[in-house]
């Protein structure tokens, strides 16, 4: 049995990813739009994070261009912890 789906996971604060990329003013970058779309879209119930595999989600191209350009691989298995 392959249990590789139960290690490695990276836990990324979904907000303060936000902030680096949108900056001090990230609520009126685009990102916000993509912070937004995690917390209403992908976030449900109670959730507190959401899986993701990076690069492939075509709702949040920005997020997926900076963890791409900062040393994430494509398919990687992260969490978005959701907070705001």
């Not at 912070?35 to 959401?50: H, K, P, T």
């Not at 900062?70 to 398919?75: D, F, H, S, W």
Request: aromatic fraction near 14%; charge should be negative; charged fraction near 30%.
């Amino acid at each position: 049995m392959d249990n590789n789906w139960e290690k490695d996971w990276r836990v990324i604060d979904l907000l303060e990813l936000v902030k680096k990329i949108g900056g001090t003013d990230y609520h009126n970058h685009d990102v916000h739009k993509e912070w937004e779309y995690q917390i209403q879209n992908r976030g449900r119930g109670n959730d507190l994070a959401n899986l993701e595999w990076v690069g492939e989600n075509g709702d949040t191209p920005l997020i997926n261009e900076y963890l791409l350009s900062n040393g994430y691989k494509k398919g990687e298995k992260v969490l978005f912890w959701v907070c705001w």
